[in-house]
């Protein structure tokens, strides 16, 4: 495992808390592959099993479903430190979700089953290992209901504060959020019409309520979602 890595997986949080040498006793213990990727390609498909869990080291990715006729929903966008294929590997179920490359890049592959067993020569990585997978897994199930809770939203207006209220916080209440969705896959997320949603946006800056730039957007007025 090349240690250029080393600082993106540090930052992943299936890594959290990990100091240097104790990765590398990791790595050393379950040696996981490294996969380049291409553009376009297929990294999870939907309807078949997953058995390892990926992390995103270089490019980028995105997560989505489609509904068979046409239509896609965006689950999520992942940049170097993602983490995906963590709920399902260790289940029985297939991906209900298509990963594809969005960039060319790499992604690191570990077996789940290799980190339910845990490695005899490294046991208390192991054990954080594990602590930091289920953490992860209890994260996305709230990241799921925060989703559902957006879906269930009629009003536009008040689904796109919503969500931008939903990355203030998961941004540490930054003043300026930076969005991985581009306008397209953010329609595709907030259930919308792409048009309509940045007719909404227009609007929504002209009355003082944000003001974006691009992917980076400003909360100024949260309390006025019902105009």
């Known amino acids: 495992m090349q240690k250029e890595f080393y600082p993106i997986l540090r930052k992943a949080p299936l890594f959290a808390g990990f100091q240097e040498e ?18 376009g390609d297929i990294l999870v ?14 490019g980028s990715a995105r997560a989505f479903k489609d509904d068979g006729e046409g239509r896609r929903s965006v689950h999520a966008d992942l940049l170097p430190g993602g983490v995906f294929g963590d709920v399902l590997a260790g289940s029985h179920w297939v991906s209900p979700v298509t990963v594809e490359g969005l960039q060319d890049g790499e992604i690191l592959l570990l077996s789940a089953k290799k980190i339910l067993e845990g490695a005899p020569g490294a046991p208390e990585e192991s054990r954080l290992l594990l602590r930091n997978l289920v953490a992860g897994i209890s994260d996305k199930y709230f990241m799921l209901d925060r989703r559902l809770a957006l879906l269930e939203e009629k009003n536009l207006r008040k689904r796109i504060l919503l969500f931008l209220q939903q990355e203030k916080a998961r941004q540490k209440d930054s003043n300026t959020l ?3 969705f581009d306008r397209a896959a953010l329609a595709d997320y907030l259930n919308c ?10 609007r929504m800056k002209r009355e003082g309520l944000i003001d974006y730039y691009r992917n980076s957007f400003r909360l100024l007025d949260e309390s006025s979602g019902d105009r």
């Open 193 to 202: 019409d792409r048009s309509a949603l940045c007719r909404e946006l227009g």
């Open 22 to 39: 104790g990765l590398r006793r990791l790595l050393d213990a379950f040696l996981p592959a490294v996969k380049p990727f291409k553009k």
């Open 45 to 58: 498909l939907s309807g078949y099993p997953v058995r390892d869990i990926a992390v995103l080291l270089s």
């Open 178 to 180: 930076y969005l991985s």
